[in-house]
Nanobody, 114 residues
């Protein structure tokens, strides 16, 4: 299983970006996709998640601003980020657990300038 995250870039505060996470290497649906982010010197933190049934969960600081969605096949998940703040600057990673193993995308950098 491989994950490919994309869509990062530079944006001004208040702007929007949409990240994508493509899942390769399995014909079977993934049960859920998680999004994480990490800034230098800090631990990777959870941003939110979506299950195969479309149930979402968000970390408090992004609630109301970020939206996670997915295609029903779970081969692609999205992280729509609106009203971006400088504190959202980080490398964003997608993650899945499949057959008991953890898989991570390579990370995509989001830079928000104030």
């Amino acid at each position: 299983v491989q994950l490919q995250a994309s869509g990062g870039g530079s944006v001004q505060a208040g702007g929007s970006l949409r990240l994508s996470c493509k899942v390769f290497g399995t014909r079977f649906n993934i049960n859920g996709v998680d999004w994480y982010r990490q800034t230098p010197g800090k631990q990777r933190e959870a941003v939110g998640s979506i299950t195969s049934r479309g149930i979402t969960n968000y970390e408090d600081s992004v609630k109301g601003r970020f939206t996670i969605s997915r295609e029903k096949t779970m081969q692609i998940a999205y992280l729509q980020m609106n009203s971006l703040e400088s504190e959202d600057t980080a490398v964003y990673y997608c993650h899945v657990t499949y057959r008991g193993l953890n898989y991570w995308g390579q990370g995509t950098l989001v830079t928000v300038s104030s």
